[in-house]
């Protein structure tokens, strides 16, 4: 059983990134991927119920409705901040109507899935862009899913979206990359197809609508065989509006247009010599440095002593060697905040640029295919 992670306001805004968020507001392929999943469901989402879970600024909130003519969208977002801006994003995106189809909800939403009753009606789409680093190192997943089962009431179930997702790993070759420490580190990187070698293999095969928390950090992991000359794992992951629309995708592979997301790139500690068989996995581990879980991708060498290492995605560390169990579990969960608290995260004081990069995300979802 997945362990229960509990995360304060204070751990989210400990881990907040404004630039990101921007940098998310700025990518068309994103908003374009979203409008076509909604419109592949419009027929049968139109006049139900959605929940938008970790709403942001409100932009999948509009497109529900723009594009997937919810009756009802139920934005949940945890920052305070955040949420605040979301009625002005609305009335610039939306007439009155359609504003008024929108219940913002400020808070967690695992405590607002306890309340009995919320949201009062059966739930048709939960709808999210909760994904990170190689997907899935933003801490989302956990209290996506649980949301899901909790709305899922007899036989009827909420459907996701998206649906489907696949995560990728394949060697390739690249330059080493360091902090300002001069450790190695690992993250988002741009990767050409031209540096990958040998074949790609899949890590995870996740049907969003079934699948369990474990099925996510618990598998077993997968094997890859590299040939000599590579000197790290290259990782990016594909999303599918579902397995009956898996045409409608959005991929962050090295040989699809850029995203803001990049590829990952997970650097060995020296260049393999000859073949290797490297086993991958992924694990949620103790974030040393807030209260959330953390993405690690565990590699082990198969064939020999010589690569082994962990990949912590959301802190771009590297460490090299044998994983000690034993070790890991005896440090203390120390927090980046050890006493007060911060007040409020930092985030753009130009809401007309905010509102501007809204306006133009509903807008770049339709696109020249849907307009």
Not at 49 to 63: E, K
Not at 285 to 293: D, F, I, M
């Amino acid at each position: 059983m997945c362990e229960q992670w509990h995360v304060s306001l204070r751990d989210i805004r400990a881990v907040y990134d404004p630039e990101m968020h921007i940098a998310m507001l700025q990518d068309s392929s994103r908003h374009h991927f979203y409008a076509k999943c909604l419109l592949k469901h419009q027929e049968d989402l139109k006049d139900k119920v959605a929940v938008d879970v970790g709403a942001g600024i409100g932009i999948m909130s509009a497109m529900a409705l723009v594009h997937g003519k919810l009756g009802q969208v139920h934005a949940v977002e945890v920052l305070p901040e955040v949420a605040r801006i979301i009625p002005k994003v609305l009335e610039s995106i939306l007439d009155a109507e359609d504003r008024g189809k929108v219940r913002v909800h400020c808070g967690f939403v695992e405590k607002l899935c306890s309340v009995p009753g919320w949201p009062g009606d059966a739930v048709a789409l939960v709808v999210s862009e909760w994904l990170g680093i190689l997907a899935l190192n933003e801490g989302m997943a956990q209290p996506l899913l649980r949301c899901r089962d909790a709305l899922c009431h007899g036989p009827a179930r909420p459907q996701m979206l998206p649906g489907w997702l696949r995560l990728w790993v394949q060697p390739g070759q690249a330059s080493v990359q360091r902090g300002a420490g001069g450790d190695v580190t690992c993250g988002p990187r741009v990767i050409t197809s031209e540096q990958l070698q040998g074949s790609p293999t899949l890590l995870l095969d996740l049907d969003l609508n079934t699948c369990s928390v474990s099925d996510l950090f618990e598998s077993q992991g997968i094997d890859v065989e590299s040939a000599g000359g590579a000197t790290g794992l290259v990782g990016w992951f594909d999303l599918h509006c579902c397995k009956d629309h898996p045409d409608v995708v959005l991929s962050t592979s090295p040989s699809a247009p850029k995203t803001h997301w990049l590829q990952c790139w997970m650097p060995f500690d020296k260049a393999l010599e000859g073949s290797t068989k490297l086993h991958v996995q992924v694990q949620l581990k103790p974030q040393n440095l807030a209260g959330l879980p953390e993405l690690c991708v565990v590699l082990s060498d198969l064939s020999g002593e010589d690569h082994h290492a962990q990949f912590f995605l959301d802190r771009g560390v590297v460490e090299y060697g044998k994983v000690r169990a034993e070790a890991r579990e005896s440090e203390p969960k120390r927090r980046r905040l050890e006493t007060e608290d911060i007040e409020a995260i930092y985030f753009p004081s130009d809401v007309q640029e905010l509102l501007r990069l809204a306006q133009q995300a509903v807008k770049e979802g339709a696109g020249p295919e849907l307009a």
